[in-house]
């Protein structure tokens, strides 16, 4: 055996976030490659008949089609698993379809289903449109609103679903409190943890049931792939990944792009600090720029929600090893000059992207209600705290003074435009 291989077993659940992120989940490799290898197969030929019809029937584990289960993905999955705290995770083609897959899994016509109130737009489409057309319920509440939640359960309730900070407006939901609740109302806890990655926010020591994550962003890391990942109990996992996976979506992870999340994991821990500290930055100075009504990050003193932010964006076992101010990429904010302020300011600049998703080394820009919102009419969007004006933009890793010169220049832009009108 060489050398490499008898530190597969090494139990990586008790060291930091980062040496996590690129050790666990490592399975011995017949040449001791120190990169898993990406197994392209959509099938594995059994020794036997008899061995076959075990692995179908659950009774010998191994992998028998890609569908259900594929070597590279598994090394990513049981990696994951680890930096969520959970006990298993799986792949998925989307975020879309680790979502999608979960609640087709868990729900039947007749249940109902608790939503937070701001949602991204295609989670709002799958509920609304999707589910409601098999008898499916959705209610929708201000989870912030811990009475309005506790009175919206009923005998028909299955699950809790939330975003933390929410897609798009940043509000955050206390996961502790939403999922005490839960739990004693015999409610599955559901938490989308895309915004803030489990370096910043573990779901599951926090009291939920299951974490999804559109790995498409800041897990994979590079804007190079489209992916989801879902983690919680063994018992779930599987649940999902033979019926809602395997026999519902089909949205199967490429084995191609499981090496190119493990790949973006390695670095999650350095991202998200340059991610972090910039978007502190950022804020801090959109805050102080007249040309702006409103910004909504959570690491400002002045958020609402910045209590509970320093709470919550902050695991136990990674609190001791980092250091800086943890809020996240993520900011929205709005312009004294509303919607049309906010196009001029968009269309001028240079460096920052025009461009829907996040956690991207490039900094991107959007406009939610008319991007990643219009599922929602313009009147849901108001039920909903998403406002015509707002402005998402995920701050990126390039110099931090580029993305504030590019910011301002695009704010001075609103004044140039206003005085060539008068
Ligand atoms: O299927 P995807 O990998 O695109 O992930 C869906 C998804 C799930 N949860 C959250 C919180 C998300 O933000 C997303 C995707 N959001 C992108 C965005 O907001 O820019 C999608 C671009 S339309």
Redesign the pocket.
């Known amino acids: 055996m060489s050398a490499s291989n008898e530190n597969k077993n090494h139990d990586t659940s008790k060291l930091g976030f980062a040496t996590r992120a690129i050790h666990a989940g490592t399975t011995p490799d017949q040449y001791g490659a120190l990169v898993p290898p990406v197994y392209m197969t959509s099938t594995f030929a059994f020794d036997t008949v008899e061995q076959g019809a075990a692995m179908f029937e659950g009774e010998l584990a191994g992998h028998f089609y890609s569908r259900v289960s594929n070597p590279t993905v598994d090394i990513l999955e049981r990696r994951f698993a680890e930096l969520e705290g959970a006990e298993a995770a799986l792949g ?8 999608t897959s979960t609640l087709w899994t868990l729900l039947s016509s007749g249940d109902e289903i608790i939503a937070d109130k701001t ?5 709002f489409a799958f509920m609304e449109h999707g589910l409601t057309r098999f008898g499916i319920k959705i209610k929708y509440v201000d989870l912030q609103d811990l009475e309005a939640f506790e009175t919206a359960i009923n005998p028909a309730t299955k699950l809790v679903y939330f ?1 933390t900070p ?3 407006n940043m509000r955050l939901v206390d996961i502790e409190a939403v999922c005490k609740i839960a739990r004693n109302g015999d409610l599955i806890s559901i938490v ?1 943890n ?2 803030s990655t489990p370096y910043l926010t573990r779901p599951i020591e926090l009291g939920a049931d299951l974490v ?6 800041y897990l994979g890391g590079h804007g190079d792939l ?3 990942l879902v983690a919680g109990s063994s018992e779930l996992m599987l649940r999902i990944r033979v019926e809602g996976l395997k026999d519902m979506t089909g949205a199967v992870m490429s084995p191609l792009t499981a090496h190119q999340i493990m790949r973006g994991m390695k670095t999650l821990e350095l991202r998200m600090d340059r991610h972090c500290a910039t978007a502190m930055t950022i804020a801090q100075s959109l805050k102080a720029h007249p040309a702006v009504k409103e910004v909504f990050y959570p690491g400002l003193a002045t958020s609402s929600d910045h209590a509970l932010a320093k709470r919550q964006m902050y695991p136990k076992g990674i609190s001791s090893q980092r250091s800086g101010q943890h809020f996240g990429g993520m900011i929205a904010f709005e312009l004294n000059g509303g919607t049309q302020a906010g196009r001029t300011m968009m269309n001028a600049l240079s460096l920052i992207k025009r ?4 956690g991207d080394p490039d900094s ?1 820009i ?1 406009h ?1 209600a008319s ?3 219009a599922t929602y009419t313009a009147e849901e969007r108001a039920q909903h705290g998403i406002t015509d004006g707002l402005i ?1 933009m ?1 701050v990126g890793l390039e110099t931090p003074a580029d993305i504030l010169a590019d910011l301002t220049a695009g704010l001075e832009a609103i004044s140039h435009v206003r005085k060539q009108a008068a």
């Open positions: 998925f083609a989307s975020g879309m379809g680790g979502i949602l991204y737009g295609c989670t975003e929410a897609n798009p989308d895309t915004y999804v994550h559109s790995a498409t962003k489209i992916a989801g461009a829907v998703s996040l991107l959007q939610p991007m990643t919102h998402r995920s």
